[in-house]
């Protein structure tokens, strides 16, 4: 079972015939934890080793769902059973493989399995096949049958302008083996940005089940995902599942007192005084959030004191946690506004993020976390689920959503105009007596038609 699987870059192979194009993979699994769920990431690098590792795919692994099987004997598995489904209106599939080659995403023979598509209430049914010659053993589904199941989401929403590409797997299951064809039912959200996807064999049993996150992708970032690499960004997105740990004990150190009151809990002043005046039987709770939600300056103004201070703050808090024994296992939430990501105004509270990320690093046994609110009143029940959610270290909340840290293909930025100079005017190049400078200079006159140029030592 594959609770959650992000692809982050596509895997380019080489050209066919290239036998000094070689590629190595890396699979990487980690120790399982308590509940059993596992980490697992996908890595390549060019066999010449000239190009540093990329990774094409994080996720998670878990056992076997407490429910499985339950919807295999009625709902839409009972519906795939007959084909085609009853009521279903066709869709038209031809020039579908060219016009996704027309955006970039060129398929082989083998790859190109959507025979039949059709559409019921807004529900999507493909029929994906093998060609011949191509067996299915050897997989637990065969990678271009699965592949072909999920052109049925380009050929239902993609447009001239775009198309829709598989993002990130969540709750997927493989429960039979080894079918040469697929029946597959695709049915999308309200926002068309994710979709339930249930794929059985001829007799209606199921094959996979799981949800899919979709994007739009244009053709010129499609191809730009083959020249451009290794540029990401931090983003906060959406989660697809979140696991949450409530703790009753909780500790509010600092702030106003708004947050304690908003998670019901006691309001500490100062770290050191609330452990000192704990008893010789009782303990510090097993969670501590730190109110690091200070009032930004306003009128765009940052007081570089008032930063410094905020910083020095958090820095005194965690080794005060550091030094005490009795909080070796207690988790610490600091809770920032505003403070990241796009549209931050505090920037003073902004370094409480970095000072934490740095803590988080030098001591990474410890549970140490950050939660930044967005602007308006505190939603207690939203605040208090951000504060329970396990293994997920940086969190935002906006909209009314908890959002997560993670890497992102940052956005290309447009490439410059060549410049254009002006026959009759002169170039200045400081420098330009070095071998650069002299290499420039022939440059613009072969290449801009630069007719004067003045060249001066640095």
């Known amino acids: 079972r594959v609770e959650e699987l992000t692809l982050a870059e596509p895997l380019v192979l080489p050209e066919p015939g290239d036998s000094n194009a070689h590629i190595r993979l890396q699979v990487t699994v980690g120790a399982p934890d308590e509940s059993g769920r596992c980490e697992v990431a996908v890595y390549s690098q060019q066999e010449d080793g000239q190009e540093t590792w990329t990774c094409h795919a994080t996720g998670v692994l878990g056992g076997a769902s407490d429910q499985d099987g339950a919807d295999t004997a009625s709902g839409p598995t009972s519906a795939l059973a007959q084909w085609p489904v009853p009521g279903a209106e066709r869709v038209e599939l031809d020039g579908l493989y060219d ?150 004990d909780l500790w509010v150190l600092g702030g106003s007192g708004d947050l304690a009151r908003a998670l019901g809990a006691e309001a500490v002043p100062d770290l050191a005084v609330a452990l000192a005046g704990l008893g010789e039987d009782e303990l510090p709770p097993a969670r501590i959030v730190v109110d690091a939600t200070g009032t930004a300056p306003g009128g765009g103004v940052v007081d570089a004191e008032s930063a410094r201070e905020a910083a020095a703050t958090v820095l005194t808090q965690v080794q005060c946690v550091v030094a005490e024994p009795r909080l070796a296992g207690a988790e610490m939430v600091w809770v920032t506004r505003g403070a990241v990501g796009d549209g931050a105004y505090d920037l003073v509270h902004a370094p409480v993020w970095g000072v934490v990320r740095a803590a988080r690093t030098e001591y990474g046994e410890r549970s140490v976390r950050l939660v930044d609110l967005d602007a308006g009143a505190v939603d207690a029940e939203l605040l208090e689920r951000a504060v329970a959610v396990a293994g997920e270290p940086e969190i935002a909340l906006r909209d009314g959503r908890i959002l997560v840290a993670r890497l992102t293909r940052a956005d290309q930025p447009d490439q410059p105009e060549t410049p254009r100079f002006d026959p009759e005017g002169t170039v200045l190049i400081t420098g330009g007596t070095g071998e650069l400078g002299r290499q420039l200079a022939t440059h613009l006159v072969r290449e801009h038609g630069v007719r004067h140029l003045t060249l001066t030592s640095r």
């Open 99 to 248: 016009r996704l080659a027309g955006q970039g995403l060129g398929y082989g023979p083998a790859f190109q399995g959507l025979r039949e598509l059709w559409r019921k209430d807004g529900v999507g049914y493909g029929l994906v096949r093998l060609p011949e010659g191509v067996a299915p053993g050897g997989f637990g589904v065969h990678p271009a049958l699965l592949d072909a199941a999920l052109h049925t989401f380009a050929a239902l929403r993609s447009t001239e302008e775009a198309v829709i590409l598989p993002f990130e797997w969540s709750d997927a299951e493989l429960r039979s083996t080894g079918p040469g064809e697929l029946r597959v039912r695709v049915e999308l959200d309200a926002a068309q940005t994710s979709a339930r996807v249930l794929a059985a064999d001829p007799a209606g049993n199921v094959v996979v089940s799981g949800t899919l996150a979709l994007r739009e992708a244009t053709r010129e970032q499609i191809r730009g995902s083959r020249s451009a690499r290794h540029l990401y960004r931090v983003a906060f997105t959406p989660a697809r599942a979140l696991r949450e740990v409530p703790h009753d």
